[in-house]
């Protein structure tokens, strides 16, 4: 039987295809030990943002808020182009899967006709183009959307980019900078630290319940911008938030605030509400897959795997174990075939040597009978009679009578066989188990020679 090395392949692991991490002949996988390195829902891991922290799930929902803004190292009193104080807003913040979406309204009430300031300052360039509004008899409201996903991290931290960030109040375009980085990183249960920076501007944002319903919380804001080697906190906004039961509640107090304030009907706007963005313009999917872990590549990847050095010398050392096994098996049954067919040869000589016929080999087995066989092969040469039988003895008694040759190899391994002790002899007690043992291969040689002579 020929074994080729395919063969012995087939008991090793595939290496011709990927190597998976984790199996007991390769490294073992990152994904075990950090969540970053797993596919979404193996080891637990999930780029839902519900399922990664779970403030998330206590934050989402309604808000109405107070708001005061301050500027330029905290002066709340230097006049409206410094001071917007206080104002009211609302904050709708939903969460769906690795998606986070916030609509943001704020309303001023009317300003301070008696003040220059007031509607020439801080607001002066977006009034200026609304055709109903009134200084110091309408209010104002303006819209801040902002979009975020979970990040690659999956430790509850969300991300954005500018791409989605859409148009809003300018005291929020830093988001719009290209280089500028942005997070949200739950700190526990009850609080949310968020920052953004670029190369112009660093904001932190801190929100915090402060009840142990989680329907109260407050929100500071603080706005830097860098002059040479120095930062100017340039405006700060502190908020007070107060959690809606539902969203006819937050419609309702909106509509309410409206009326409240006298904003102008080309100020209200038909609110979004969950996923649906103002006047419909909403981050496209391509903007989200941006950094969107469920449909971007994560830069958290398997590193490559590598394949256990002692696993794979056990596999081949029992793969050289098993064929050594199967070859010594396979040369036992050659050497135990060819032994039987010399027993038959030597049977058959005996057979037709001595003529022994059928039902006769009671009487040649017989000590009488195998001393005198074994005294006639002991005396075939001239150096017989000494009671051994030497090799050349039982070539002469083999080659003679109608055999014919027996070839070199098989000769000497037909002696080694009755040599049992391998002294170069054969001796009368090596020369009668011999024969006892070739006792069965004579029968049937006699069964098989009666039937044919028979026939």
Same mark, same amino acid.
């Given at each position: ?26 490294? !073992? ?34 808000? *109405? ?71 110091? =008899? ?40 290209? !280089? ?6 739950? =700190? ?14 660093? =904001? ?60 102008? !009907? ?76 010399? *027993?038959?040869?030597?049977? *058959? ?73 391998? !002294? ?32």
């Amino acid at each position: 039987m020929k074994l080729s090395i395919p063969f012995t392949l087939l008991l090793l692991p595939s290496l011709g295809s990927a190597v998976k991490c984790g199996q007991w002949y390769s490294s !073992n996988c990152v994904c075990d030990s950090d969540v970053r390195y797993c596919e979404d829902g193996q080891n637990g891991a999930s780029d839902d943002i519900l399922d990664q922290h779970p403030l998330w799930s206590h934050l989402q929902g309604f808000y *109405k808020f107070t708001a005061y803004d301050f500027a330029f190292g905290l002066y709340p009193s230097q006049g409206a182009a410094a001071q917007n104080f206080p104002y009211y807003g609302y904050l709708n913040h939903t969460i769906i899967g690795s998606r986070d979406y916030q609509h943001r309204y704020q309303i001023s009430p009317p300003a301070n006709a008696s003040d220059p300031a007031a509607c020439t300052g801080f607001y002066g360039p977006f009034i200026a183009g609304i055709p109903d509004y009134t200084c110091g =008899v309408t209010g104002l409201a303006t819209f801040f959307e902002g979009f975020a996903s979970s990040s690659y991290e999956r430790d509850g931290s969300l991300t954005t980019t500018p791409a989605l960030t859409l148009p809003g109040p300018d005291a929020y375009q830093i988001t719009k900078e290209d !280089n500028a980085d942005y997070k949200l990183i739950p =700190v526990d249960e009850n609080t949310l630290q968020g920052s953004v920076k670029s190369d112009t501007f660093f =904001v932190t944002e801190t929100f915090v319940f402060t009840n142990s319903d989680r329907t109260t919380a407050n929100s500071v804001q603080d706005v830097y911008q860098f002059f040479q080697n120095q930062s100017i906190l340039v405006q700060s906004t502190r908020l007070q938030l107060q959690k809606l039961p539902d969203a006819k509640n937050f419609t309702e107090s909106i509509a309410a605030d409206y009326e409240r304030f006298n904003v102008p !009907n080309s100020l209200k706007q038909q609110l979004p509400m969950n996923t649906v963005c103002l006047n419909d313009i909403c981050p496209t999917e391509e903007d989200f897959c941006q950094i969107d872990p469920k449909c971007s590549e994560s830069i958290y990847q398997e590193p490559s795997v590598t394949i256990k050095a002692g696993p794979i010398v056990a596999i081949v050392c029992a793969v050289f174990a098993v064929l050594i096994a199967l070859l010594f098996y396979l040369h036992r049954r050659s050497l135990n075939k060819q032994k039987d067919a010399l *027993k038959n040869t030597f049977a *058959k000589h005996v057979i037709d040597t001595l003529g022994i016929g059928k039902g006769a080999s009671a009487e040649f087995f017989t000590m009488d009978a195998l001393t005198k066989e074994f005294n006639a092969i002991d005396s075939g040469t001239d150096e017989g009679g000494d009671g051994k039988i030497s090799k050349a003895e039982l070539k002469a008694f083999m080659t003679s009578g109608k055999i014919g040759e027996v070839s070199d190899s098989e000769f000497d391994t037909l002696f080694g066989i009755i040599d049992a002790d391998g !002294n170069g002899d054969i001796d009368f007690i090596e020369f009668t188990g011999f024969m006892g043992d070739i006792k069965n291969n004579i029968e049937s040689l006699q069964d098989d020679t009666f039937k044919d002579n028979k026939a």
